[in-house]
């Protein structure tokens, strides 16, 4: 869990940035006017990615004044790196919202709206450290029909933590599926008949984790939210199995 009270006294002592990992989350401030919900999503681009440069942030935020789009103004998303304006896209999800990308995972962003009189600013979210599977070994060959352990790494406990399985290779891809709400404890048991598998091939199974911290805008209105989230896969290939459907 995050201890806000000791990042803090580290700060103040350390003369450290508030965009600094462990830095603690900001609630923010604002006209209260707007519903603003915003995501950034790190992915990594390699296989086994562990440093913050082997991934890749996309930003998503929708804004509403009134029940209508929001799409003018500056939408802006802060973080070591540096600033990343966003533009808005008509054409993405639920009548279109403000997107960009950024290289890197920085683990702490912060959100600034402007659009007329209307604001949001300094809502910030100390995002989950990277985590990084123990178990099973990448490429493992596995029992579909048996439970599987799954364990990975992390410093600090996430907010909440998804898991999902499908085919194909990791490393950015794969791992569609439905997603399963597990605790960030850094075990988990996948149950039997969860991989994907064939009657008379092996098939290979992307396991992808992805680990959220959330924050709730009070410069915002009703409904708002900032969340933070970090993905990580590995491959494994289920042995033939032969009550397989397919």
């Given at each position: 869990?995050?201890?806000?009270?000791?990042?803090?006294?580290?700060?103040?002592?350390?003369?450290?940035?508030?965009?600094?990992?462990?830095?603690?989350?900001?609630?923010?401030?604002?006209?209260?006017?707007?519903?603003?919900?915003?995501?950034?999503?790190?992915?990594?681009?390699?296989?086994?990615?562990?440093?913050?440069?082997?991934?890749?942030t996309s930003f998503d935020v929708r804004i509403t004044l009134a029940n209508a789009e929001v799409t003018t103004g500056t939408v802006t998303i802060t973080s070591a790196t540096g600033k990343v304006p966003l533009?808005?896209?008509?054409?993405?999800?639920n009548n279109?919202?403000?997107?960009?990308?950024?290289?890197?995972?920085?683990?702490?962003?912060?959100?600034?709206?402007v659009s007329g009189t209307d604001t949001v600013s300094g809502v910030r979210v100390d995002g989950p450290d990277i985590h990084t599977f123990s178990a099973p070994l990448?490429?493992?060959?596995?029992?579909?029909?048996?439970?599987?352990?799954?364990?990975?790494t992390r410093n600090d406990t996430a907010d909440a933590a998804t898991l999902r399985v499908g085919d194909g290779g990791g490393g950015g891809g794969g791992g569609g599926g439905t997603g399963l709400t597990i605790v960030?404890?850094?075990?988990?048991?996948?149950?039997?008949?969860?991989?994907?598998?064939?009657?008379?091939?092996?098939?290979?199974?992307?396991?992808?984790?992805?680990?959220?911290?959330r924050v709730t805008p009070t410069g915002a209105a009703g409904g708002s939210e900032l969340s933070v989230s970090v993905e990580n896969d590995i491959d494994v290939v289920a042995l033939p199995n032969p009550a397989a459907l397919r």
């Open positions: 869990m995050k201890t806000y009270f000791a990042s803090l006294v580290l700060l103040v002592a350390c003369g450290g940035s508030p965009l600094d990992p462990g830095s603690g989350d900001s609630t923010g401030s604002g006209t209260a006017t707007l519903v603003v919900n915003g995501s950034a999503t790190a992915r990594p681009q390699v296989p086994a990615a562990a440093a913050p440069s082997e991934f890749q533009a808005f896209n008509a054409n993405g999800q279109g919202s403000w997107q960009g990308d950024a290289p890197n995972y920085d683990e702490v962003y912060q959100l600034d709206v990448a490429g493992a060959s596995v029992d579909s029909t048996m439970a599987m352990p799954l364990a990975w960030d404890t850094g075990t988990y048991s996948v149950a039997p008949g969860t991989l994907h598998s064939n009657k008379d091939q092996a098939t290979t199974n992307t396991l992808r984790l992805t680990r959220t911290n």
